[in-house]
Nanobody
Framework: QVQLVESGGGLVQAGGSLRLSCAAS????????MGWFRQAPGKEREFVAT????????YYADDVKGRFTISRDNAKVAVYLRMNNLKPADTAIYYC???????????????WGQGTQVTVSS
């Protein structure tokens, strides 16, 4: 099993940056692909980014491509999401999740954190 805890959210002005962290526990962390998702009020949870077990493959949603960067450090048992040039539309609760495969559908992820709030003001 994998337990996930997100941190790093907060309030930032449009154009600003944040770095989200997801600390994991469990000896099998390095075998999982990791993803970031977000959910805004009244909307469904949506895919943001995913990274393979060794960091060799990454995929992004179109609206964050070029602004967000996902990375992981298996030695520190953590995954990160660097978010630059933030927009008000990025406001949401951000979740990290673990999957046995590099996929984008939230139903394909087995473990989830509790989320961290990101608010971008205009």
């Amino acid at each position: 099993q994998v337990q996930l805890v997100e941190s790093g959210g907060g309030l930032v002005q449009a154009g600003g940056s944040l770095r989200l962290s997801c600390a994991a526990s469990g000896r099998t962390f390095s075998s999982y692909a990791m993803g970031w998702f977000r959910q805004a009020p009244g909307k469904e949870r949506e895919f943001v980014a995913t990274i393979s077990w060794n960091g060799g493959r990454t995929y992004y949603a179109d609206d964050v491509k070029g602004r967000f960067t996902i990375s992981r450090d298996n030695a520190k048992v953590a995954v990160y999401l660097r978010m630059n040039n933030l927009k008000p539309a990025d406001t949401a609760i951000y979740y990290c999740a673990a999957s046995s495969r590099v996929v984008t559908g939230p139903d394909r992820y087995d473990y989830w954190g509790q989320g961290t709030q990101v608010t971008v003001s205009s």
